[in-house]
């Protein structure tokens, strides 16, 4: 029998970083091309417990089918968490809880995009965000992203030059660049989207993660009522419990439900009981704290370390959170043929390649410094600096 | 600003059965409309047992990231489910681990689905599927099905008529109907589609709630490789812990991996390694024997409750396993009415209609008899016979 498979299956492709990472998994290999958080700051004694409690007390409700919305304490406490952070006024029927924000992207792209639909992106961009979009065939394009955030006058060309569905942004340590959004920036992207018809998506998984600097609201604050926010406990709790939310106006959430029970009737029921006996009756503010000192001093070391080891042609973002930087080879330099220098003296990261849309990239890499020790870290920048000078010195194709 | 949702989020509505459970819900009302395994067969003890033992023996790994595939060891145990029960000779590439049967359908949908393909579905056929579907915006085509199983001349016909991209059957104790495939029927389905173009998919989530007769072999037994078969620990284990599979080949499972990672990443990871720890170190035998028992039991008394109190003008199934009866009310009488006044008497199922898409089914209707005990099930198909009788004397309008 011939397999005719579905247009949108031949558009997606599989991960560019998941085949990566096969080849990055031998034990000599330092790798910096994986997303992983530190399995170091996972809270495995207090999960065990909060999964105790939930199936001793709540017993087999923990175990029963549950509504497509999600567990109604954890999206109570979702809620909750944006009021008391950034005096947002979200009610609990603001939120859909979803299975990471993969999931949460991939609803969206269901209930807004056809085909052929416009949508805006940071460039670079998230690459999970490209593949979730691309299954539903819409038009991505570019707005360039800068140390200050998503560039203003470019958003309005874009916006003016087609309509746009929807603006998809990471405006806290961004993956993959690790840039934010300064303060003016948040306030000029608000009002260039003010009173267009494109919905602002608003990703943050990272907030928590800041270890330099001041908190800024998210764009919402600015932006008032009317976007899409999108968040996660996988880079504060644990990635593997596939737990994240969308918030989002009561008429969206109630479409997102409606092909959420479509696409699989709910999200673990166990895990979310589970995850919600833990923050409420854990000292998440310490552990927080302490992934924060644990990447900020990952992310010093990888600073100093490329400082002292890297060529001085090469350009680096320098982060105030997040699990990510950038770096910028001169021009012409490709960054898959250093992969493969590299790879040869035992390190490895991501390509910039996959993060772009319009074919651009091609000198750019990303670092992961949230898993790996700071020995590693000095130890593989070394590596690095090494294959820099190399391909530096090699001659351009 | 105005909502402009894509046309696939105006085609899916809301699940009418989520809406019934709503009204249903009232502690007055003897509910028979859920589809709810009864949450006394649940091994919550078991469960909170290997919840402990994967948090302390594995730790972090428990709760990091996983690939899309799913727990390898989970894996392997269901494509050896499958060897040592039917001697398939499935091999764990074969598997993907999902996040229940429903995402299985909405994968298989993504991967296979363009706009106006044509699916075969049974008349009657599983709601949940229909809805995962329509997001693909296929032509759904009914092939009847009787106490035999799908009609093999309509298949025939069906399939003659136009190329089918996918048959999409549900083999033992279908939802909504109750009703099995005899081993003839098995065989002639089988070779009815042998050697056309159309994906055979066997979605078997109640295999293992046979409470009478003699198991029988899937359709793959028939058929040979080539087809997909979907399963769930939903019915047997926990349906909160959402975990199901796909079993295809691994050309098909490549693609559903790409668009899996694309939707959710993966699923629960640390459900996967509870739900694994249980399978290996519980009396998984002994816990489903209790199930079969239980819904045996209490799928007898709805028979002999039926056959006391409703008027011998009504059809009904006897399901030898599964979770659901399926009734038929004499030409003309509406099961919409019947249920409004069925609720007048505090009593509830899921009216027919929704499992058609040709518009038919008006006067059908759905029982699960797994969530009641055997005392509300015999005072509420009481009630039922009751309101039946009101019904079958009112003037049919």
Redesign the interface.
Known sequence: ?????????SA????FI?EILKVTQRPDIISFAGG??N??S?P?AD??RA??TV??RD????????T?EGFAPLRAWIAEHYNREWNLGVSPAEILVT??P??SI?LLG?????AG?RILLERPSYL?AI??F???EPELVHVPLSEEGLDVASLRAALDEAPA?MVYVVPNFQNPSGLSYSEPARRAVCDALRG??A?LVEDDPYAALRFRGTPLPPLRSYYGA?SVMLGTFSKT??????TGWVCAPP??I??L???K???????????QR?LHEYLTTSDTAAHIEKIRAMYGRQCDTMLSAIAEHCPSEVKYTRPEGGMFLWMTLPEGVSSLRLFDRALAVGVAFVPGIPFYVDGGGDNTLRLNFSNSDEARIREGIERLGKAMREELAAPRR
């Open positions: 029998m011939e397999m005719r498979f579905s247009r949108r299956a997606v492709k599989r991960s998941r992983l958080p399995p170091a996972f495995v999960i065990a999964a105790q199936l001793s017993g087999a409700a923990a175990l029963q089918y549950q497509t299975s990471g993969q999931q991939d269901k209930v807004f995009i056809n639909d999970g593949q979730a691309q299954v539903y569905k267009r018809d919905l009317g709790v644990s990635p593997g419990i596939r008429e969206i109630e479409r439900v409606t092909l029970q479509a696409a699989d009737l709910h999200s673990d029921a166990l895990s589970i």
